[in-house]
């Protein structure tokens, strides 16, 4: 099943306070002693899961510390997933939003819970993988992807979320913001991939909801039949934009057995292991079931390079100012570096990888 661990104990929280108000909000979760988990996953917002007898769900909340400016919207999220999931069956239903500070400190929602198996490196060793199994996952992650991209947003109501014109440059231009505002290091290739990025803006096709993280382990898969989807889960930040934006993100952690070995162990996703398709195959068949023209894409995939690029630093400058003490982030530094670096070369060839 997922992946949980005790919380760590600077992620704690007022427990019995908390349950009280669980009980009165979510009366399906009952009045009994409440558990109280932390998901291991995940490097962004916190995330618990709640037991309570036979019940189960789950709190997402901000991390700890400054946040980027529109970051972590806890409201904007819950509203999301409520309009969103009734049309889009993976994208669990939100219970609870509370902006109340007295409850946890910070605004907070609480969703429903699926069980399964995150897809990351650490599957399970019993789980029947191999050459089928990859092949499956692959397809079903492309199906998956297509079929949030069909969504019709506007009959949905989720046209306040996003502002479609336009919406390509704006995104380069404030993750390059955001990189210079949590700039730990000085990366020479940074400047000339961030020129090159505003000097190469394509024209996007019409506008689609898009997931903006849509990777392996965001991916919740059955127990039983493990390249069955359950669930895409870490909605924070998902929008009405370009459509390829949600591919390139995609495919940038879409690693290959052919890829440098310093980029694999960067980037530890089990697409690497035999039967699953290669960037190339998943970005065809998503062609194919879109019917969306996919030639500007190439440009995507390097701006998803930048981004996780960008992502990765703000996360390794809250573990070196103390923020977070999670162990995991403290070479993060080194992979801002490589990711840049592979984004600039790929800049330079201008393909996918």
């Not at 219970?95 to 490196?121: K, S």
């Not at 993750?175 to 990025?197: F, H, K, N, V």
């Not at 879409?254 to 195959?281: H, I, K, M, N």
Request: contains cysteine.
């Amino acid at each position: 099943m997922t992946d949980v661990r005790p919380v760590r104990p600077e992620d704690e929280f007022d427990r019995e306070g908390f349950a009280s108000a669980l009980t009165q909000h979510v009366p399906q979760s009952g009045m009994g002693a409440l558990q109280v988990w932390q998901f291991a996953a995940g490097a962004s917002n916190l995330t618990y899961l709640l037991e309570r007898g036979d019940w189960r769900g789950v709190l997402r909340r901000p991390p700890r510390g400054p946040i980027a400016p529109k970051a972590h919207d806890m409201e904007r999220e819950f509203r999301w997933l409520s309009r969103l999931s009734p049309v889009f069956p993976l994208a669990p239903r939100p219970y609870w939003f509370c902006e109340d500070l007295a409850t946890l400190g910070v605004p907070f929602y609480v969703m429903e819970y699926r069980a399964g198996y995150v897809i990351d490196q650490g599957l399970p060793a019993d789980l029947p993988t191999g050459q089928a199994w990859g092949e499956r996952v692959s397809q079903r992650f492309v199906a998956a992807l297509s079929e949030l991209h069909a969504v019709d947003w506007q009959a949905a109501g989720l046209g306040e979320f996003g502002y479609p014109e336009g919406f390509l440059a704006r995104q380069v231009e404030r993750w390059i913001e955001r990189y210079r505002r949590a700039a730990a290091a000085d990366i020479p290739s940074a400047e000339p991939l961030m020129d090159w990025l505003l000097r190469n803006v394509p024209a996007s096709p019409p506008a689609t909801v898009i997931h903006n993280d849509f990777k392996l382990n965001n991916l919740i898969v059955a127990p039983g039949t493990p390249d069955e989807i359950r669930a895409v889960v870490d909605w924070e930040m998902s929008t009405i934009g370009d459509p390829l934006l949600d591919l390139g993100v995609a495919l940038s952690y879409w690693v290959e057995p052919s890829d440098p070995p310093e980029l694999r162990a960067c980037l530890p996703y089990p697409s690497a292991q035999p039967g699953f398709w290669t960037r190339r195959q998943v970005a065809q068949e998503y062609a194919r079931q879109s019917a969306r023209p996919i030639d500007a894409l190439p440009y995507h995939l390097v701006f998803a390079y930048f981004k996780l690029a960008v992502i990765v630093q703000q996360i390794f400058v809250r573990w070196k100012r103390g923020q977070t003490t999670n162990p995991r982030f403290a070479d993060f530094d080194r992979r801002v570096r490589l990711l840049i670096d592979h984004a600039a070369a790929l800049a330079g060839r201008e393909e996918l990888g």
